[in-house]
């Protein structure tokens, strides 16, 4: 028998790939945190001698999932404003406070906060775009989370930086301090073409292509900023660019519209647009809920994916969503898609758990790595309990993860082998010191905004 670091036993393994397979009373063996096998519990008890035997015999195995587009910190700033658009919503509330209260610390707490609330999900790697991004890292880092952290440009001032040059960099500066990081991977994110010019967006282009990283950047998030863009109406939402023309015009002739392209949001495409998005090979990160509750519009996830676009899940911030729940934002996708298309077919369950696993992960590099329960692959595992009430009877297990399950039935993750939630308890961050922050940052945060709606 062969001596191992780990056994999983699971009474449903969900590996993702193949697509619509289930597992019945299998096990995951994991040694030096990669998964070594995948067999009948039966056969895995006869063939391995494990250091640790973990056996959920009421759950149902998944790969982690990916977050594809979050703004980690600003579980700080949940339920500050609703109920505005867009514009509003940055310029009277968010901008602002970021203003006045962001920082290394500010960045700190917040990572903190949200990787608590990420892992208790299910969640186990987040395409990050923010500020004071060495802070989310070494966050992320110490307490064992997967995340691509984007590398912040734009045109103006912030509490981060002067400005593009700064921005520049600091950004060096950080890929090379990055460069051997085993759970952190580094990303250039351009906030969004209403804020970088195209002078910046030559610069990104060319980092990206100097350190062979991907680009992160909001796009075609809203009408007004298609619209305003093509006609060079002055507005908030106008891409910088002198050219006249839609924002993804302008990405594909500045050669940012690429493989290595993470496209948030995508609400506003033509189908010429998605015939050039798919063409280019690149990522789009579908925000449902964000979308949905700024009136910014409904992705075309049905047709994208019928053009073989790569499609992933994100949350966005939590000051937008106002939850990081993946469980639920993978629900809103696959019902959502169907109501837009008109079509009961579109986005079965099997193909929203595929986009909310391994196509995060190939949006942010990671798909040789993580996003399915594969040997050779990294052990990040969700377990996910069936035996409750609410998940009882389950005729199909992948259907009741996207339809039925929420992140209240997670009872246990592991990273590369690590576990961060064990029976529903944190192993590498202390709630109290989360909830502590939390209280910290309110207090301060709700007597500025107060003062703000009152001189309103």
Not at 123 to 135: I, L, Q, S, V
Not at 408 to 418: C, S
């Amino acid at each position: 028998m062969s001596g191992v670091d780990l056994i999983i036993v699971g009474r449903h393994v969900v590996p993702v790939v193949p697509e619509g397979v289930v597992l019945e009373n299998h096990a995951v063996v994991v040694t030096d945190g990669v998964i070594v096998d995948l067999l009948p519990a039966e056969a895995a008890a006869t063939k391995y001698v494990a250091k640790q035997i973990v056996n959920l015999g009421e759950h149902i195995l998944i790969p982690g999932m990916v977050n594809a587009h979050t703004h980690a910190s600003m579980t700080l700033l949940r339920g500050l404003a609703d109920d505005k658009p867009l514009c509003n919503w940055l310029m009277e509330d968010i901008f602002p406070t970021e203003g006045k209260f962001v920082s290394d610390e500010f960045v700190r707490d917040g990572t903190l906060h949200s990787a608590a609330e990420m892992i208790r999900s299910g969640t186990t790697c987040a395409n990050e775009m923010y500020f004071f991004p060495d802070a989310a890292c070494e966050t992320f880092e110490a307490v064992g989370m997967r995340a691509l952290v984007g590398q912040i440009a734009m045109e103006f001032p912030t509490s981060y930086g002067s400005g593009p040059d700064d921005y520049f960099a600091k950004a060096r500066a950080m890929f090379l301090k990055y460069k051997d990081a085993k759970l952190v991977k580094l990303s250039m994110a351009p906030h969004a073409p209403y804020t970088v010019s195209d002078e910046t967006f030559a610069r990104v282009k060319a980092i990206s292509d100097e350190f062979n990283v991907p680009v992160h950047l909001h796009l075609h998030e809203t009408e007004g900023e298609c619209c305003d863009s093509e006609t060079k109406t002055p507005s908030m939402l106008c891409h910088q660019s002198p050219e006249k023309c839609r924002p993804l015009e302008n990405m594909q002739r500045l050669g940012i519209l690429n493989n290595k392209l993470i496209a948030a949001h995508m609400t506003q495409l033509t189908d010429a647009e998605i015939d050039i998005v798919a063409a280019a090979g690149t990522s789009v990160a579908h925000c449902p809920s964000s979308n949905l509750k700024l009136a910014s519009g409904i992705c075309r996830v049905s047709d994208l994916l019928a053009k073989g676009v790569n499609v992933a899940i994100g949350t966005d911030g939590a000051a937008s969503n106002n939850t990081l729940n993946m469980f639920a934002e993978m629900k809103l996708a696959a019902i959502l898609a169907k109501a837009e298309s008109k079509q009961s077919t579109s986005v079965p369950a099997a193909m929203a758990l595929r986009m909310a696993t391994l196509n995060g992960a190939k949006a942010v590099g990671m798909d040789h790595i993580i996003g399915s329960l594969e040997v050779g692959k990294h052990a990040d595992i969700v377990a996910v309990a069936c035996d409750s009430i609410e998940m009882l009877p389950m005729y199909n297990a992948i259907s009741h993860l996207v339809y039925v399950a929420g992140r209240e039935h997670v009872t246990d993750v592991w990273v590369a082998g690590k576990r961060l939630l064990a029976a529903r308890a944190l192993t590498t961050i202390h709630e109290s010191l989360v909830k502590d922050h939390c209280k910290k940052w309110y207090g301060a945060i709700n007597s500025h905004h107060a003062e703000m709606q009152a001189k309103n």
